[in-house]
């Protein structure tokens, strides 16, 4: 029977199941932690919120963060690798003329609360708004020309392009990588004692069949790399 202490609430932002790459990432890791016998109650919240309730303790983990993402809240912990690798592509529509050798002349959105692609945004000087919304929210963005480009996880493009074939043909992606981030487990420290239960289900997952993961399984770290 398992006990009180070894359920855990796993945060998602909210929407997470309209964009299939994401609902493989939090589905992959909830069913890694539930196979070493932790129930895992699923909880949505918008992006803004998610991983500040998980710092004051109102829930339990994130399924997957950035590790420049996680630094920024005092009171959680990361598994000791990387669940996952992502790329970040820029992503615009055909019939808007975009010069990606003169990129900083155009406007473009990501969404809230990434370190890592903000650092690399900052670096580089580009024009950029950060969005409290999900990816399928951020595409709407483009759609509507609000926005010049949009920069997201190349796994989340193609479920997207997948959603919609229309889509598919109508935009364009970078061929280059605007910048590559390992994506850790992420846990309040309340929870510390059950990293060690968890990450080994992480790691048996990540040696084991990811067929039902289509959109991601490239991208998981089946290697076990430490970064």
Same mark, same amino acid.
Do not use: C
């Given at each position: 029977?398992?006990?009180?202490?070894?359920?855990?609430?796993?945060?998602?932002?909210?929407?997470?199941?309209?964009?299939?790459?994401?609902?493989?990432?939090?589905?992959?890791?909830?069913?890694?932690?539930?196979?070493?016998?932790? =129930? /895992?109650?699923?909880? +949505?919240?918008?992006?803004?919120?998610? #991983?500040?309730?998980? %710092? $004051?303790? @109102?829930?339990? *983990?994130?399924?997957?963060?950035?590790?420049?993402?996680?630094?920024?809240?005092?009171?959680?912990?990361?598994?000791?690798?990387?669940?996952?690798?992502?790329?970040?592509?820029?992503?615009?529509?055909?019939?808007? =003329? /975009?010069?990606?050798? +003169?990129?900083?002349?155009?406007?473009? #959105?990501?969404?809230? %609360? $990434?370190? @890592?692609?903000? *650092?690399?945004?900052?670096?580089?000087?580009?024009?950029?708004?950060?969005?409290?919304?999900?990816?399928?929210?951020?595409?709407?963005?483009?759609?509507?020309?609000?926005?010049?480009?949009?920069?997201?996880?190349?796994?989340?493009?193609?479920?997207?392009?997948?959603?919609?074939?229309?889509?598919?043909?109508?935009?364009?992606?970078?061929?280059?990588?605007?910048?590559?981030?390992?994506?850790?487990?992420?846990?309040?420290?309340?929870?510390?004692?059950?990293?060690?239960?968890?990450?080994?289900?992480?790691?048996?997952?990540?040696?084991?069949?990811?067929?039902?993961?289509?959109?991601?399984?490239?991208?998981?770290?089946?290697?076990?790399?430490?970064?």
């Amino acid at each position: 029977m398992v006990s009180k202490a070894e359920s855990i609430s796993l945060v998602a932002t909210t929407g997470y199941k309209d964009v299939e790459a994401y609902k493989e990432a939090v589905e992959f890791v909830a069913d890694s932690i539930q196979s070493v016998g932790i =129930t /895992v109650k699923l909880i +949505e919240l918008p992006r803004k919120r998610n #991983a500040a309730e998980v %710092n $004051n303790g @109102t829930f339990d *983990a994130l399924p997957i963060r950035g590790l420049e993402d996680a630094q920024e809240f005092p009171n959680v912990i990361t598994s000791s690798i990387p669940v996952a690798f992502t790329n970040f592509r820029m992503m615009w529509l055909k019939d808007k =003329t /975009v010069n990606g050798s +003169e990129i900083h002349k155009y406007s473009g #959105a990501i969404v809230l %609360n $990434n370190a @890592t692609l903000q *650092a690399r945004v900052k670096k580089v000087g580009l024009k950029v708004t950060e969005v409290n919304v999900g990816y399928a929210e951020l595409l709407k963005l483009l759609n509507s020309k609000r926005v010049d480009y949009v920069i997201m996880p190349e796994e989340i493009i193609e479920s997207l392009k997948a959603a919609s074939p229309k889509l598919a043909e109508g935009v364009q992606v970078s061929e280059s990588i605007f910048v590559r981030t390992p994506l850790y487990f992420t846990m309040h420290k309340k929870h510390k004692d059950l990293m060690v239960k968890i990450e080994e289900g992480l790691r048996k997952s990540l040696k084991g069949d990811l067929s039902k993961y289509p959109f991601i399984r490239h991208s998981l770290n089946v290697k076990l790399e430490k970064e």
